[in-house]
């Protein structure tokens, strides 16, 4: 079974080759394909693979290229890790944002808004490739912000196209575990839409432990959630919010803390990643030992203006892990390929899932997986204060993509106004000025 990687340069394309490296069970992935763009990259990330797979026996084969065609080519599973503008764009995208008083940050309020302008674009070339060249592959996508652009390449691909995200697992794994639950053996009930969601229960054989969570203020912030949105805000909630919630419900403090930082968090990981791919160009340098420091670094300092909002200083241990996104996606990938039933939370069409949305919005919420795909299960509806913001970022995704689609300047404005955190239509101007100076490949956003 042949895995397609795009983004195959990526840093944390080890994760998931070690992840394969683990499954031993037939029908496994025996071939992995590594597109990109940057030869330079993908040479470094090979030998990282290379040194991984040193000591397994039938460790999957493992080719680079940075021919697109020849990628996709016979794949059977393609895995969407694409980053358009690299870390260099990123770092623009926070500073932009900044510079006019608002959050950047990659994924939520105007950074991810102009991730957004510039990616799916992309992505639906993919989708459209990929449905010519393999029609009958999965698409595992992870390129953020991964609820707009599996719905963007979902216009193409159909439900072949599936989201995922370790930050909900990761949220049910923490939660189990301060309870005393085997994560493994916890059912949660998460609903919303990429990074804005809400663990409303976890069902340890049957019982619902939140509650007893919820009720036990030393119990609840003992763990990285409870310290990051405090005691008292989640008992009022009833619910544990997934950790980019910080960025809505402490909008002001986290944008200060982001303006007073010494680096934005995009600027942080593009010198940590510069340094090292420039390490491991030398050949006689080891790939591996240096991604794993690298890696390191990279997870201690997750979130760590937030964190420092709320005053609960380095990250414990014990929330270092996260959901493993590479799990997720090998879990997906033996469900669909071997039929074997699970549950995953995905990001998915709606169908019918949530009354407040359109069955093909892309949600994420638990779902049912097998040979024939990912299908939401049925979930309670959203209390009032959540369906205001999911609907209103919903929107907003919907106009991200009507802007692509037609080149509107009007409709890009339109898209930073709306979003809950840009508290002015005359700013909103401004950040696409911004980001379209910034941003070359913006320069599609030309028509009324």
């Known amino acids: 079974m042949k895995l397609t990687i795009l983004g195959g340069g990526g840093f944390r394309v080890p994760l998931v080759y070690g992840a394969l490296l683990a499954d031993h069970a037939e029908g496994r992935v025996t071939a992995v394909t590594l597109y990109d763009t940057d030869a330079g990259r993908l040479t470094a990330i090979a030998r990282v693979l290379g040194e991984q797979a040193a000591n397994v026996p039938d460790a999957p084969a493992v080719t680079a290229t940075t021919e697109l065609d020849e990628a996709l080519s016979g794949a059977d599973f393609v895995f969407s890790a694409v980053r358009v503008g690299g870390l260099e764009g990123r770092a623009t995208d926070e500073r932009v944002a900044l510079d006019q008083g608002v959050l950047g940050q990659e994924t939520v309020g105007a950074g991810g808004i102009a991730y957004g302008l510039r990616t799916v674009p992309v992505a639906v070339d993919l989708a459209q490739r990929i449905a010519r060249l393999a029609p009958d592959a999965w698409v595992i996508n992870f390129t953020n912000p991964a609820g707009l652009v599996t719905e963007a390449m979902s216009r193409h691909l159909g439900d072949r196209v599936i989201g995922i995200c370790d930050s909900p697992?990761?949220?049910?794994?923490r939660i189990a575990r301060v309870l005393g639950a085997d994560p493994d053996r916890s059912r949660i009930d998460y609903v919303g839409l990429n990074h804005l969601g809400w663990v409303r229960a976890l069902h340890v054989d049957g019982r619902d432990e939140l509650p007893r969570l919820l009720a036990d203020p030393?119990?609840?912030?003992?763990?990285?959630?409870g310290r990051l949105f405090g005691v008292d805000w989640l008992q009022s909630l009833g619910a544990i919010p997934n950790e980019y919630l910080h960025y809505y419900y402490f909008n002001r403090?986290?944008?200060r803390a982001y303006q007073d930082a010494e680096q934005t968090r995009g600027s942080f990981l593009r010198e940590?990643?510069?340094g090292f791919y420039a390490r491991v160009k030398d050949p006689a340098a080891p790939a591996l030992p240096a991604w794993d420091r690298t890696r390191a670094e990279r997870e201690a300092t997750y979130m760590s203006e937030n964190r420092e909002v709320a005053g609960v200083g380095e990250r414990d241990e014990s929330d270092l892990e996260s959901g493993g996104y590479e799990k997720v996606a090998l879990a997906l990938m033996r469900a669909v390929a071997r039929n074997e039933r699970t549950s995953l939370i995905l990001n998915v069409r709606n169908r019918t899932t949530l009354s407040v949305f359109d069955t093909d919005a892309v949600i994420e919420v638990p779902c049912l997986?097998?040979?024939?795909?990912a299908r939401p299960v049925a979930v309670d509806p959203l209390p009032y204060h959540a369906v205001g913001l999911v609907t209103a970022v919903k929107a907003v995704e919907r106009a991200v993509l009507d802007a692509a689609e037609s080149g509107s300047r009007a409709t890009a404005v339109k898209a930073f106004a709306l979003h809950p955190l840009v508290d002015s239509v005359t700013v909103a101007g401004r950040l696409l000025d911004g980001y379209t100076k910034a941003h070359p490949g913006l320069a599609y956003l030309n028509r009324p």
């Open 169 to 173: 697992v990761g949220l049910g794994r």
């Open 272 to 274: 940590q990643q510069e």
């Open 218 to 225: 030393e119990l609840l912030g003992s763990f990285e959630e």
């Open 369 to 373: 997986v097998d040979a024939n795909g």
């Open 253 to 255: 403090e986290a944008v």
